[in-house]
């Protein structure tokens, strides 16, 4: 059981690159998250999938794209990167149930340049 | 719409001695909170959460933390620090009965202690 997991770890872009951020959880679990982290701002979400075949926006989507592929499955797309785009990038999962414990990746930091 | 506000952005304390990290939350109806720690290079574990049963929660790591209605404030407390502890602390709010369960975090608290 692996939990959450994602990839790359570390990725460096320059600006104007595209790139896909993947995330999977084997937990069987409903809902996943993408979140961004900068120093100072806590973590924010980007957007969020409450179930297999939805998704929708969180408090800062602009620039990102996303795709629950199936129920494990979740991936974070930056279609054309900004150096505003540097951050550590975490996917969380939340079991099926109610506003529980979510469960985080190992995160995926970021450089764009 | 929710909110949590994380008093202290670093905090320093003596090893053995009492850790306090302040959170107060905004909230229409009773929320769930959360305390998340992160090591570094790491990503969110989960410390304790509370979720309308008892107002004093117990966690991992010797960590525990008192809702308080009153005062809408869910402070994250431990008798004495270990070096061990010394890492960023986020707390998380959720009222987001609707099936989308949306969480708002704070902006962290990070935790240093000295020898």
């Known amino acids: 059981n692996a939990g959450v997991t994602q990839t790359p770890k570390f990725q460096v872009l320059k600006t104007g690159q595209s790139m896909t951020l993947q995330c999977a959880q084997d937990?069987?679990?409903?809902?996943m998250y993408w979140y961004r982290q900068d120093p100072g701002m806590g973590l924010r979400l980007i957007y969020y999938?409450?179930?297999?075949?939805?998704?929708d926006k969180g408090e800062v989507p602009n620039g990102y794209n996303v795709s629950r592929l199936n129920k494990r499955e979740f991936s974070l797309r930056l279609e054309s990167a900004a150096p505003s785009q540097t951050s550590v990038y975490f996917c969380a999962s939340l079991p099926a149930g109610g506003p529980g414990t979510q469960y985080f990746g190992p995160g995926t930091r970021l450089l764009v340049l | 719409a929710q909110s949590v506000t994380q008093l202290g952005s670093h905090v320093s304390v003596s090893e053995g001695a009492l850790v306090l990290l302040r959170c107060n939350y905004s909230?229409?109806?009773?929320?769930?909170l959360f305390w998340y720690v992160q090591y570094p290079n790491q990503g969110l574990q989960l410390l304790l959460k509370y979720t309308s049963a008892a107002t004093l929660v117990k966690g991992i790591n010797g960590f525990e933390a008192e809702f308080k209605k009153s005062e809408t404030s869910f402070h994250l407390t431990k008798p004495s620090a270990h070096m061990s502890d010394a890492a960023e602390y986020f707390c998380?709010?959720?009222?987001?009965?609707?099936?989308?369960?949306?969480?708002?975090f704070g902006t962290g608290t990070r935790l240093k202690v000295l020898a």
């Open positions: 998380a709010v959720s009222d987001d009965f609707s099936g989308t369960y949306k969480y708002i």
């Open positions: 999938s409450a179930s297999e075949g939805t998704t």
């Open positions: 937990m069987n679990h409903n809902s």
């Open positions: 909230s229409s109806v009773p929320p769930y």
